[in-house]
């Protein structure tokens, strides 16, 4: 069976058709616009296709994944101009006639993850994105996180020194949350930084604390046997090191799991399918719901 | 079949023989004292009724409650004086020759919870408690909260103001850590605050702040569909009112879920079995055990 997938991203959405890795017929990349124009598409790509049996979409959010809510598929209290209550889900089913398979970006990047990638056999593990916002996923006893609605790592609590950093955070709800203090957009605001690679060091030791205490409270609450980072702000090659290094620190020995010692390489990682992990696992999505339904 | 179970806490040990809240045959307390002494008393109970088919333990932790592991039912790195690394779980089971189940008294209160009190029905929900410590469980996708360990809320870090709040925190690994600034024992070394009911507001308004912020993260994190809040510190009855209308506050609306609209009076709730809810669940976890055995 072919099946489609859609990394439906804030700047851009990647789709493809196949059936993991090593078997993608198709792809197409395009920047996200209007709702109409990008839905749309998205729609084209696949109906040219014609062999696909359902469509999984990781989203950016916050999302309504709840089965049977009335604004399921609908991304809801975006700051993204133009894209608040969108229906996402049902005006492409209604394009291709197939079943959709909706979650959040980060839980279907964790899904590629746990299928293909640095997260295969886990059953508690958090997939956590650092690129223009912050936002995490992940698997909970077997299963893709939801519960209330799904995780919004970015918008936690982290403590924030304003004589040192006396930057206010970007989020225009919470101000500084982890993702208004140490999100790629916060880093652009606070410094100038435009994503290049960029060895100013205390821009990223800065970058490592903040994201560190956002660690240490998601291994507080969750307790997952790893994390996986991706996303923009972590192809920065000296931060991923500096991140373990302030969790471990910052840990002070308190839990103790034999992953946890030393220097948490197996622990914190990168996502084994790099940028492809979202459009692949939401290829999985669609396998999975597609599976579910016969 | 009858049942035993024990909240092992860190200043008392509440046992219990029967089947569930309305089923109660025996039950004893006793303070925590040295673990042979302790242990020895709650296998002398459960030996001279003699009836028991299987006794789950929730237990203070950090414990290790990972199946397979060569220091399953241990009580790892407490700082509790003479009780880290502790075999609770084997020193019970060979004296009384009945299996034992082990769990964190966190995830034993919120099983409890889940079986007659305020989370039927819910899969994924978080039980806290704030007593002398702060310790948190619950369940993800229908399943107690495991993962690498298990939760362990309580050192979390939030936001300090130290202008507002100069008190170091008392936590000995971590500082200002949630249970550092926030538990029982905080207040007490910050007010001299002895457990008593107490009006003092900023007391109380200091404290639901720093208990909000942890609620946040949590939300944040896990995206629970209620949030059961247990313990001592609780029963101020000033303060669970509080706790709710800083946690909307801090939430500014972000997240869009009806249970997050209004005053959080179901969101935010106290344990429908009060201080039974972790000996209830432990007899819950024995059942389950038993049940998963034949």
Redesign the interface.
């Given at each position: 069976m072919t099946y489609g997938g859609i990394e439906a991203g804030g700047t851009k959405w990647v789709c493809a058709i196949g059936g993991g890795p090593d078997d993608l017929r198709d792809t197409a990349t395009f920047p996200t616009t209007t709702p109409e124009e990008t839905i749309a598409r998205a729609a084209a790509f696949f109906a040219n296709d014609g062999s696909v049996a359902a469509v999984g979409i990781g989203s950016f959010g916050?999302i309504?994944i709840q089965p049977g809510s009335p604004t399921w598929g609908h991304i809801?209290?975006t700051p993204k101009p133009g894209w608040a209550n969108t229906d996402i889900a049902s005006a492409l089913g209604s394009a291709l006639n197939v079943p959709i398979a909706v979650d959040t970006d980060v839980n279907a990047a964790a899904l590629g993850e746990h299928r293909w990638g640095a997260a295969v056999g886990l059953?508690?593990f958090c997939y956590i994105t650092v690129g223009t916002g912050i936002g995490?996923g992940g698997m909970?006893?077997?299963?893709l996180?939801?519960?209330?609605?799904?995780?919004?790592?970015?918008?936690?609590?982290?403590?924030?020194d304003r004589e040192r950093d006396p930057f206010d955070g970007i989020c225009p709800?919470?101000g500084d949350c982890l993702e208004g203090l140490a999100s790629g957009e916060a880093i652009r605001a606070r410094w100038g930084w435009a994503g290049e690679e960029n060895v100013d060091e205390h821009i990223w030791h800065l970058e490592a604390e903040y994201l560190a205490?956002g660690l240490?409270?998601?291994?507080?609450?969750?307790?997952?046997?790893k994390i996986v980072l991706g996303g923009g702000v972590m192809k920065q090659p000296q931060l991923l090191p500096l991140v373990r290094k302030q969790v471990s620190e910052?840990l002070?020995?308190?839990?103790?799991?034999p992953?946890?010692d030393g220097e948490l390489d197996d622990y914190l990682v990168a996502p084994a399918l790099g940028d492809r992990a979202g459009v692949l696992g939401s290829l999985e999505l669609a396998r999975n719901f597609a599976r579910a339904r016969t």
């Open positions: 916050p309504d809801t209290t059953d508690t995490g909970a006893n077997g299963r996180m939801h519960g209330l609605l799904h995780p919004e790592l970015g918008h936690m609590r982290i403590p924030h709800y919470h205490l240490v409270n998601v291994i507080c609450t969750l307790s997952p046997e910052l002070a020995g308190y839990i103790s799991a992953e946890l």
